[in-house]
């Protein structure tokens, strides 16, 4: 693997100098993702800027009842936070249905989000990867696709965006709070991610160099009332063969407000507005959950091996909602 | 008392659980270097030039082995091993190239500067059952006859008033042992010394000497610990030969490890099969005709041929029966040894069409396996020196509490969860190869035994040790074992459940041998030793049909909705004669067990035609069965005696717990959904959406 130097920084803004003047550094997190590509020479960055060490490591109450989590809490910690498991049930699930105890030790908040799509052509510096290396095609198109997205993708890229927390912060309007060179700026979350479109290695709409310092997530007093359904193909330490993220609040049998997103279908976790729509305003019944799911999925193009994630999507909008409606 | 059948903790436990066991790359070595393989990165194809000078410019790197510059070896038995010597590519992965450095960084580093341009033809590599290239080889692994008939199979077939026809596929499987191929390798004067991993130090050692050109005596191969092999390190592979070349050329010590992704494919791995299998029964459910027709593949390198349908030939008993194997020879690594290679993709398939069967007579699936049990061979016609398959499929029922399961489909559900149990026969033959081992008393009472046995993590040493204790008639505490280096007396691998018969007999018959040199009882004033070779007794020994039994138990639950199959509970009862340490016996089966269950569900390789090799190919990718799956798992064993086996009675316990097992778990799935599943694994991808699971 390339040779790289280690910087370890006093604070957010010498952190962000470093980027700005070294082209190729990049930020470690808990460098369960970064380490990895690394040694499989699919990122080479020269310069490592470990950001572990910086004051991000809080989950602070806001006074408007939303939650500020730090780029650097662990994924461990935020999923045992007592406000967690009480306020946003579906942000503890998310995070414990995700990789290992080992692993959830490490990660970070921030890094979780900007974790890189496991698609095998990714990973596989062998193969044609446009993220990878831009122009160079999609294996992934043509070839064994059946982990990969049904909505939103393109001829250059049909990559998965693989995090689970992502996909409940999504449903949660989550705002994310970055600096960059140019100071401090907040992005919702749903504007984070990009389509794949003709330019798949651009993930994020975040500018070269800039650090997400902390989630925000808004008061949602519903959100007690929430879960997060993940199916994959072992019983754990599997990313989503399809996950679901909902928040709904009823009043009487009316759905009087309702979040979902999922997981494993897209580019970014895929926030179902459609579906949320459908649900709105409507008394709830699991066959109205499975309407809205369709909706949602109506313009999805699923690919040689991955047609199961509809049926699949659709099942577990169903009970996830069914399960909160009866909660 | 014996000591045989204590259940006494691994000798080395202490040693593992706190990290001083030393595997292969975990030698302190002085000067020492790393090696890094370098892969082909096409599929097949002739290397037209090999640019260096990046590499070499790099920090670090001290040399790029390839084969215009590497060591000249001789062309050995295995074709796969004369490594880094014509400018050939024969599947894409092979090593073409190895990159020495100061540090496993560099050379990593180093290796993807190497620039190799190919000349590249066009391949195949995907198994089909009308493949243009099918052939019939000449036998199948080892050396079982490739076809067999008896009777008449088409008209017995035809005549039948019961009959299923049906055809299982299996993916390619790959071993993943936590160690992976890695060696340490040291010249000095002339002589080579490798700490290896691998399942046969004796074997490996003649192999290198062979290819090095060497009297054995001046090759020693030490494996005192061996992370996992499962048949993948059965002997020499590619590791070792490119470390051992590696160090003769820089003239430095080379440690030479490989990746996770290296180890799919260039160590082998089961082949794929299609499995066409015809059972007839009358209406009783007794077997009238059996054919077993398997497909899988070979490389164009060397010749290994699954001996898929071979377990059919002795399982069941039927008055016509055939099996056949055909092979296609594609540019892919050649397949190898994976825990019962045979045995276990072809009970899948046997154990499968037999639960169709019970569902086409409308007989229960234990019934019919009772009902269709033999004494005699059907293979070689003679009687089995013994045969517990009803006994382990009845202990099996009634532990597991099959009676009264309501035969139909579907009839279980709980919540989202369809409920179905399965049940499939098990069998792997019980052999032993020739061992020599030497048993010393010293003056201070206690005794010295010496095999050149593997431990690969399944408690060999300690069974060995015990065998010894009780061959001696001592305490096990006056008995210090030796094992794991090619320079104790020669042994044969941890293979094919061979080993503990194997190692065992020669171990008791040294110590009976110095049982007789001391016959005054009395701790001798100077070392006494004796010596002794089994090849013999081992080699003269009446062929007779040797079998191990077993029968399997699942219970799954599938989600309606979604798909999902988990394992509620698996249950296994073996008759593996006698069983020399209960806690390391029952850690293989229900360890044989587990990897049945990830065949079932969960284990595939994905091969991409275009590229000619298996796109997922590390643990987050190819799933393997973990802790989570598992939700209750059981081995019991019936206490079993049998003289004609070996010394030690013993049939080998390492393979018979993966044979069935995924033929039980598909059973199960079958039972709950009532969708049969012919294509593993069965994943809920084939399951979700079907019409009517719900």
Redesign the interface.
């Known amino acids: 693997?390339?040779?790289f130097r280690y910087h370890r920084p006093a604070d957010v803004a010498e952190a962000v100098a470093v980027l700005a003047a070294e082209p190729q550094a990049a930020y470690l997190g808990g460098g369960t993702n970064l380490v990895d590509l690394m040694?499989?020479?699919v990122q080479r960055p020269d310069v490592l800027v470990d950001v572990t060490r910086l004051p991000l490591d809080t989950v602070e109450e806001l006074p408007d009842g939303g939650l500020r989590i730090g780029a650097t809490v662990r994924n461990s910690d935020l999923a045992a936070h007592p406000v967690v498991r009480r306020d946003y049930p579906v942000l503890a699930r998310a995070l414990l249905a995700a990789a290992s105890g080992q692993l959830r030790n490490m990660a970070t908040t921030g890094g979780n989000l900007l974790q890189r799509t496991?698609c095998?052509?990714f990973?596989?510096t062998?193969?044609a990867c446009n993220k990878r290396e831009p122009g160079s095609g999609c294996?992934a198109l043509h070839?064994?696709n059946?982990?990969l997205a049904v909505l939103d993708w393109s001829e250059q890229c049909v990559a998965t965006h693989p995090s689970d927390l992502a996909v409940a912060l999504a449903a949660l309007d989550t705002v994310v709070e970055v600096h960059g060179s140019d100071g401090a700026r907040d992005i919702p979350i749903a504007d984070l991610y990009r389509s794949p479109g003709t330019h798949p290695e651009r993930e994020t709409t975040l500018a070269r160099g800039a650090l997400i310092t902390a989630v925000r997530v808004p008061p949602l007093p519903a959100a007690r009332r929430s879960t997060y359904l993940k199916?994959r193909?072992?019983?754990?330490?599997?990313?989503a063969?399809?996950s679901v993220a909902a928040v709904l609040d009823l009043d009487g049998d009316v759905v009087r407000d309702v979040r979902l997103a999922y997981g494993a279908v897209a580019h970014r976790p895929w926030r179902a507005y459609r579906a949320e729509e459908e649900l709105r305003g409507r008394p709830f019944s699991p066959e109205l959950a499975a309407r809205a799911a369709d909706a949602e999925l109506a313009e999805a193009r699923p690919l040689r091996?991955?047609g199961?994630k509809?049926?699949?999507t659709r099942?577990?909008t169903?009970?996830a909602l069914t399960e909160l409606a009866s909660s | 008392m014996s000591t045989v059948g204590q259940a006494y903790p691994r000798l080395e436990g202490r040693e593992k659980v706190t990290g001083t066991a030393r595997y292969a790359v975990e030698y302190p070595v002085d000067g020492v270097t790393y090696g890094w393989a370098v892969p082909s990165t096409v599929v097949r194809g002739r290397i037209t030039r090999v640019d260096t000078t990046p590499a070499l410019a790099s920090p670090g790197v001290l040399a790029v082995l390839h084969h215009g510059n590497a060591p000249r070896i001789a062309p050995g038995q295995q074709p796969e091993l004369w490594l880094l010597q014509e400018p050939l590519v024969h599947y894409r992965g092979e090593y073409v190239a190895v990159v020495v450095a100061t540090s496993l960084e560099a050379a990593r580093e180093g290796a993807r500067l190497v620039r190799i341009d190919y000349d590249a033809g066009p391949h195949s590599t995907v198994l089909t059952d009308d493949h243009p290239g099918l052939y019939k080889p000449d036998h199948v692994n080892p050396s079982y006859p490739t076809d067999t008939a008896e009777g008449d199979f088409d008209a017995g077939y035809a005549a039948a008033p019961v009959r299923v026809d049906a055809t299982y596929r299996t993916p390619a499987y790959h071993n993943n042992p936590m160690e992976p191929h890695a060696t340490t390798a040291q010249w000095r004067d002339g002589r080579l010394l490798v700490h290896d991993s691998n399942q046969g130090a004796s074997s490996v050692q003649a192999t290198l000497a062979e290819l090095f050109e060497l009297p054995p005596e001046s090759v020693r191969v030490v494996a005192q610990h061996v992370g996992g092999g499962f048949g993948s390190k059965g002997y020499a592979k590619a590791a070792v030969v490119l470390a051992a070349l590696a160090a003769r050329h820089v003239d430095r010590p080379v440690k030479l490890a490989l990746t996770r992704q290296q180890l799919f494919g260039p160590i082998g791995y089961r082949t794929p099969t299609i499995q066409r299998v015809r059972l007839a029964a009358d209406t009783d459910g007794r077997l009238t005709a059996i054919c077993h027709d398997a497909i899988s593949q070979t490389s164009t390198i060397h010749e290994f041929a699954e001996q898929t349908a071979v377990y059919t030939r002795s399982m069941y008993a039927a008055p016509h029966r055939r099996t056949t194997h055909r092979l296609a020879r594609l540019d892919v690594p050649t397949p190898f040894w994976m825990r019962a290679p045979g045995e276990c993709p072809g009970a899948y398939a046997l154990e499968s069409a037999m639960d169709e069967l019970a569902v086409a007579v409308g007989i229960d699936p234990v019934e019919l396996r009772i009902r269709n049990d033999t004494d005699i061979d059907p293979d070689q016609g003679q009687p089995f020196t013994s045969r517990n398959l009803v006994a382990c499929l009845r202990d099996g029922a009634q532990r597991f509490g099959w009676a009264g399961r309501d035969p139909s489909p579907r009839a279980r559900r709980d919540g989202r969860w369809l409920i179905g149990t399965g049940v499939a026969g098990s069998s792997y033959p019980a052999r032993a190869r020739p061992s020599s081992a030497t048993a010393t008393a010293r003056p201070d009472g206690s005794f010295l035994v010496r095999v050149n046995a593997t431990d690969i993590g399944t408690g060999a040493r300690t069974a060995i040790w015990q065998v010894a204790a009780d061959a001696l008639g001592v305490p096990p505490e006056r008995v210090e074992i030796r094992i794991g280096d090619s320079a104790l007396p020669t042994a044969p691998v941890a293979g094919g459940s061979m080993g503990t018969s194997s190692w065992s007999w020669a171990v008791i018959r040294a110590a009976e041998a110095l049982r007789e040199k001391l016959r005054d009882g009395g701790p001798p004033t100077d070392e006494v030793t004796a010596e002794a070779d089994t090849a013999e007794e081992v080699g003269g020994q009446p062929t007779r049909p040797r079998y191990a039994y077993g029968a399997q138990f699942v219970e799954v639950r599938v989600d309606a909705d979604t798909g999902e199959v988990r394992l509620n509970r698996m249950l296994g009862v073996f008759a593996a004669g006698r069983v020399v340490n209960p806690t390391t016996a029952r850690s293989q089966l229900i360890g044989g067990m587990t990897m049945g269950l990830s065949m079932a569900l969960h284990e595939e390789g994905l091969l991409d035609e275009r590229y000619g090799d298996w796109v997922n190919h590390d643990l987050a990718t190819y799933h393997i069965t973990g802790c989570a799956d598992v939700e209750s798992i059981e081995a019991y064993w019936l206490d079993e005696r049998d003289d004609e086996l070996n010394p030690a009675g013993v049939k080998g316990i390492g393979e018979i717990g993966i044979v069935g097992a995924a033929a039980a778990v598909a059973n199960a799935v079958h039972h709950a959904t009532g969708v049969r599943i012919r294509e593993l694994p069965i994943r809920l991808d084939k399951l979700v959406g079907v019409s009517g699971l719900a």
């Open positions: 693997m390339r040779a040694k499989l020479g496991r095998v052509y990973q596989d062998g193969k294996a070839g064994q059946r982990d199916v193909d072992r019983a754990s330490f599997a990313f063969a399809g091996h991955n199961f509809l049926p699949l099942a577990i169903v009970r």
